[in-house]
């Protein structure tokens, strides 16, 4: 026989055991030999290993078991610190009834939990509540406990910013126990650890709890050994530290598996070499026979090794074969694991009925494999698991040939589900906005473009931009995460107002776009405006606020307005901007009116920054009269804006452009700047007056740019007035009145503008730091022949003076009105009976007359008619 026999499928030659010679032979009895010297040798070797990793697997054992009762109390403790019921219960004062009688921190703590001693105390370890072993108790936690209960208490401080706890070994009464304590607090967010009182759970390792960890954890006589460890304790045991410094040891007995693995193996071991040296002469005689079977098994290893390579060429999750009627014959471990099915189930039955998958792509891919050099490209199918869930799968396929037969197909089947599911997943993110799960940009303007596209020219549809009113202080105030509550809120209110033919999309920030399909009438399309506006104004309720907001909506309609996406989108956005300017919660619909006034308004804009670039801005200055002897007392400064091509400008037509585009700051600082430096060559006690807006209160630090313009002109601050419209304090009072104490620690003046205007002046004068308040024109222009009037004039003049504040008439225009003024005691006036708005020399002359000689009006032209009041105008 040749050495060496051909695969009928391979033709790669095989190795044949029959013609071994007979020196190898020997050879291979002499290696045994040694073979069996070396297991013995391992044998010894793998003994000790036994021995040696069982006591190490112990010592895992006890020191998890240590671990898992620092975990369980560390658990319970902080379910029970981080508790918002137990810091409002115990952070003032200890609620007994709800910590005791109620249980909350009370008696079960020791009959579940078998905690021995529970502790609230401060931070300078004062027990202000103790329970020992489930009863209350006037012990202190500092004698009961033998440690160092400071550090604890600190480290449980330092932990707490992590939502974690503090833990260590002490000893009570002698005996060693798990402490752990952690800090009580209402919430994550709060920092103020050193004020906060802290919860010390005891947990002793006393004899019973001993035996309960020996059983949990398969230990023999687990027991404490409170003595100095050293070299006289015998393996095995662990040593743990108390806090306060005097060591124990856990020890227990020992197991060596090592050793009765040697009584099994070794006598086993002597047995077989004996019986190997009797039978190696018959093992000669029976050498024919065993090397056709070895022959055999080569030649079958063969095959599986083939089989093998044909299976790790494909990506494979479980493993699949069939003969040619594709019934299946073989299907891996895997296949279990993956399906929930056995496989007896399916072998011997077709796998289309078990896999889902196309006839004619699966006989084509069984042949593509060996025409492309072994790549196959997957082929998706699906197929029903044990409890019927669909799952998305990748089979592969390989024909099995025997000559030009098929005999078979082989292949793989990969679960691909979670994969389908994230690509699903990844193009609704696409789509929709992560917060809400509304629409995002993307989506609304593919529906929008597909609705225009595919909508006769008979149809509608209505684009509706939407905008929240006073949605910024709720972020400011409560944080983004209440922000967020209520933008998910917002959204689904809107999504209830809408069609389901209808699109809702939430395009960033507070910003919303709503696309109504046929929308109907004008009527029909301001109902579900109504509709919209009284959803989102109901009140809000996130946590313990009642929260409210309001909307503003624009409206496009196609085909009346445009019928290009871009347009639409673009004129709704317009007509929001109307309806905000209009006052804010109510909606506007698009004309072309609308597009003309944005063009104006940005010319204006472009043009404002250039005038400051060009300082085409000029001050003039009102006189403010002290009507006790007839003196100037001060002035206030008024922006003028003389444009190059329109000549001079109205305030009106400028400033609300400047508010809106943030250019008032820069404007702002250039009025105050100038009219300080002008009031730097007047006398020293001249009042120099200048207008605040309510936009640039809040935009930018406003103290630190006042503090600048005194500085850079030198003014004494007592020298100049700040004026405040009451709206600076509707929009947020508390922080206004932190601006308003940052301005007054400057030392300038402080006074509230156009008084009598708003809903709460009163309040406002008592709590806020106002130096004076000015009596707005519109009660000084029915001073003459009202009596209401006057009778309101001598009511504000006389809370004015109870108050200590400095009383300012505004809009003083005939001599009746001055004399009533005069006869109630106002302090001061300005009007354009007393002097109109006038240049800085004129201002000077007027300064220049004695007190009594500058008669009203004396230097104002008397075809001057009045300005519109405005920020920096009159």
Not at 661 to 681: F, H, K, N, Y
Request: aromatic share 8%; with cysteine; charged share 20%.
């Amino acid at each position: 026989m040749l050495p060496f026999s051909a695969d009928p499928d391979t033709s790669t030659p095989v190795v044949s055991y029959f013609m071994l010679p007979q020196r190898a032979i020997k050879k291979f009895a002499l290696l045994s030999g040694l073979l069996f010297l070396i297991t013995c040798a391992a044998l010894f070797y793998i003994v000790c290993q036994q021995n040696s990793r069982q006591i190490e697997h112990s010592k895992v054992d006890v020191v998890k078991a240590m671990q898992n009762l620092q975990d369980k109390v560390g658990t319970v403790l902080k379910d029970y610190a981080f508790w918002g019921d137990a810091y409002r219960n115990t952070q003032q004062t200890i609620n007994l009834d709800w910590a005791y009688a109620r249980d909350n921190i009370g008696p079960s703590l020791f009959a579940q939990y078998n905690l021995e001693g529970v502790f609230i105390v401060t931070p300078d370890l004062q027990t202000r509540y103790a329970l020992i072993n489930g009863k209350i108790s006037q012990q202190q936690a500092a004698t009961w406990l033998t440690g160092d209960l400071k550090r604890l208490v600190k480290l449980a401080q330092a932990r707490s910013a992590e939502d974690s706890y503090a833990s260590d070994y002490f000893l009570i009464n002698g005996d060693p126990a798990i402490v752990s304590a952690a800090v009580i607090r209402p919430d994550s967010s709060y920092t103020d650890y050193p004020h906060l009182s802290v919860l010390i759970y005891a947990f002793v390792l006393d004899a019973d709890k001993l035996k309960s960890l020996d059983r949990d954890f398969d230990l023999h006589n687990l027991r404490l050994d409170t003595t100095t460890p050293g070299e006289n304790l015998r393996e095995p045991f662990i040593t743990l530290s108390s806090s306060g410094g005097t060591p124990f040891s856990l020890r227990w007995d020992a197991e060596y598996p090592g050793n009765d693995l040697l009584k099994t193996i070794f006598p086993l071991l002597i047995l077989l070499a004996t019986l190997f040296c009797l039978a190696f002469n018959r093992l000669k005689a029976r050498l024919y026979h065993a090397a056709k079977r070895l022959d055999a098994i080569q030649l079958s290893l063969t095959i599986s090794e083939e089989r093998l390579r044909h299976v790790i060429e494909g990506s494979s999750d479980w493993i699949w074969e069939t003969n040619a009627r594709q019934e299946l014959i073989y299907l891996s471990d895997r296949f279990v694991c993956m399906t929930g099915y056995t496989a007896a189930e399916w072998l011997g039955k077709p796998f289309h009925q078990l896999i889902n998958y196309d006839l004619d792509a699966f006989e084509k891919g069984a042949f593509d494999a060996d025409s492309s050099h072994g790549m196959r490209k997957p082929l998706p199918c699906r197929l029903k698991n044990r409890i019927g869930l669909t799952r998305h799968c990748s089979l592969s396929v390989r024909a099995i040939l025997s000559g030009h037969r098929v005999v078979g197909y082989r292949g793989t089947v990969c679960d691909i589900t979670e994969e389908v599911e994230a690509k699903a997943h990844i193009e609704y993110l696409s789509l929709h906005d992560s917060l809400t799960g509304l629409a995002n940009r993307s989506h609304m303007q593919n529906f929008l473009q597909a609705s225009l596209g595919v909508m006769p020219e008979a149809k509608k549809m209505a684009v509706l931009s939407l905008d929240l009113d006073r949605f910024k202080p709720i972020n400011d105030t409560l944080g983004h995460a209440a922000g967020d509550q209520v933008l998910n809120e917002i959204a689904a209110r809107l999504k209830k107002c809408i069609r389901q033919c209808d699109l809702v999309a939430r395009m960033g920030g507070d910003e919303f776009i709503i696309l109504a399909i046929e929308p109907g009438t004008r009527q029909s399309t301001e109902k579900l405006c109504r509709r919209i506006i009284d959803a989102i104004n109901a009140t809000i309720v996130i946590g313990e606020h009642e929260l409210s907001v309001g909307v503003s909506i624009g409206i496009a309609f196609c085909p009346e307005n445009g019928t290009l996406a871009n347009d639409l989108l673009r004129y709704s956005d317009i007509a929001l901007y109307e309806a905000k300017s209009a006052g804010r919660n109510n909606w506007k619909f698009y004309v072309n009116e609308m597009n003309e006034r944005i063009l104006e308004r940005r010319q204006i804009e472009t043009d404002l920054r250039q005038a400051l670039r060009r300082h085409e801005f000029f001050l003039e200055f009102q006189p403010r009269f002290e009507l006790n002897g007839m003196r100037v007392a001060g002035a206030e400064a008024l922006i003028r804006w003389n444009h190059p091509s329109r000549g001079l400008q109205s305030p009106a037509n400028f400033i609300s452009v400047a508010e809106e585009t943030g250019l008032i700051v820069p404007i702002s600082d250039w009025v105050m700047l100038s009219a300080c430096r002008e009031a730097t060559q007047w006398e020293d006690d001249f009042i120099i007056s200048v207008n605040l807006s309510p936009v640039e209160f809040y935009c930018g630090d406003l103290i630190a740019r006042v503090s600048n313009v005194l500085q850079q002109t030198g003014i004494r601050p007592a020298r100049v007035e700040l004026e405040i419209t009451e709206s600076v304090m509707m929009e947020d009072a508390e922080q206004a009145l932190v601006i308003m104490q940052g301005l007054k620690a400057l030392g300038i003046r402080l006074s509230m503008d156009d008084f009598g205007t708003g809903y709460s002046s009163l309040s406002y004068l008592r709590l806020y730091p106002f130096d004076g308040l000015k009596i707005d024109r519109s009660f000084i222009a029915n001073l003459d022949g009202s009596q209401s009037s006057q009778a309101i004039i001598q009511s504000v003049v006389g809370l004015g003076r109870a108050m200590s504040l400095t009383v300012t008439a505004e809009g003083v225009e005939t001599s009746a009105q001055l004399d009533e003024l005069l006869r109630v005691n106002c302090h001061q006036a300005q009007g354009y009976l007393l002097g109109k708005p006038m240049s800085v020399e004129a201002l000077k002359t007027l300064m220049a007359m004695p007190a009594g000689r500058g008669t009203p009006g004396a230097l104002s032209s008397p075809s001057a008619s009045p300005s519109c009041p405005a920020l920096h105008a009159q």
